[in-house]
């Protein structure tokens, strides 16, 4: 089962600061987590085409920009890192990241650069946190099975 994005869900038709119409603090990725060693939630993510259309957990659409709204996928879709990408030859701290989203994976939040996702800010990040995150491709995540489409 995918766990639950937050307990406090808005009502269908309602966007947030994010066009999916949830809070973007907890799909945030935070620095003291990958210290820790253990990232325990979903992360949230943007792509550059998406459609008018939503899926729960998500509550709202946004409007695509400069694409064929029928080639994106719907606000909410969670996407996961296969199971079998290798990950081993990264840093720690990028499979730290990368093992999150194996579990938890990723929720479409936003239009914006694809597969973009966000750290918090915080100078104690690295370059061998960051830089081997942005080698892994598209096609090293599969998409879950979508709830029905919303509009």
């Not at 259309?53 to 996407?79: E, I, L």
């Not at 890192?81 to 989203?101: F, H, P, T």
Request: net charge negative; glycine share 10%; with cysteine.
């Amino acid at each position: 089962p995918i766990p639950k994005v937050m307990s406090y869900q808005r009502p269908d038709g309602s966007t947030s600061a994010d066009a999916d119409g949830l809070a973007i603090a907890p799909g945030v990725l935070r620095f003291d987590e990958v210290r820790a060693g253990e990232v325990t939630h979903a992360l949230r993510f943007t792509l550059k085409c998406t459609t008018d259309m939503y899926v729960h957990p998500a509550t709202h659409q946004a409007v695509p920009g400069g694409c064929n709204p029928s080639d994106g996928p719907p606000m909410g879709a969670r996407v996961r890192l296969k199971a079998d990408y290798d990950i081993s030859s990264l840093s720690e701290s990028a499979q730290v990241v990368l093992r999150g989203m194996k579990k938890y994976g990723m929720i479409l939040a936003d239009n914006g650069s694809n597969f973009y996702f966000q750290g918090q800010a915080n100078p104690g990040w690295t370059e061998d946190d960051i830089e081997p995150l942005k080698g892994v491709p598209a096609s090293a995540f599969e998409v879950l099975q979508m709830p029905p489409l919303m509009q």
